[in-house]
């Protein structure tokens, strides 16, 4: 039986407090996806900010949020609600499965490529 979830990144190749971006023709989603350390806890959101076009991949992680490089939104990492202006929309959130030094992204069905 394979194993669930796509094979992304291996732990240390996503330093504490930054995130990677995912080609979407990885994981056969609509969006890029950017995989998160924060604090040695993985997370997965749609690349792409939902204000503009920013690449939330290159924003700041603390504390469970993940901060857009552009306009400074901020979102929840964990399901990617919108915590503070100028994005007003939530971005899609994916799950990651983390097994020994492997990184895994299960992609959000409703964010999957027709
Ligand atoms: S593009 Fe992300 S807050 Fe504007």
Redesign the pocket.
């Known amino acids: 039986m394979s194993e669930e979830g796509i094979l992304v990144a291996q732990a240390g190749e996503i330093p504490d407090g930054e995130g990677i971006k995912i080609d979407a023709a990885v994981l056969g989603t609509v969006d890029d996806v950017a995989v998160f350390n924060d604090d040695g806890e993985f997370f997965a959101l749609d690349d792409t900010?939902?204000?503009?076009?920013?690449s939330?991949s290159e924003g700041w992680v603390e504390n469970g949020i993940v901060e857009?490089?552009?306009?400074?939104?901020k979102f929840c990492l964990k399901d990617g609600a919108v915590q503070s202006m100028?994005?007003t929309v939530d971005v899609a959130c994916h799950r990651v499965i983390v097994s020994g030094a492997d990184i895994r992204v299960v992609p959000n069905p409703d964010r999957i490529a027709s």
């Open positions: 900010c939902t204000h503009e076009t920013a939330l857009c490089p552009l306009h400074a939104g100028p994005a």
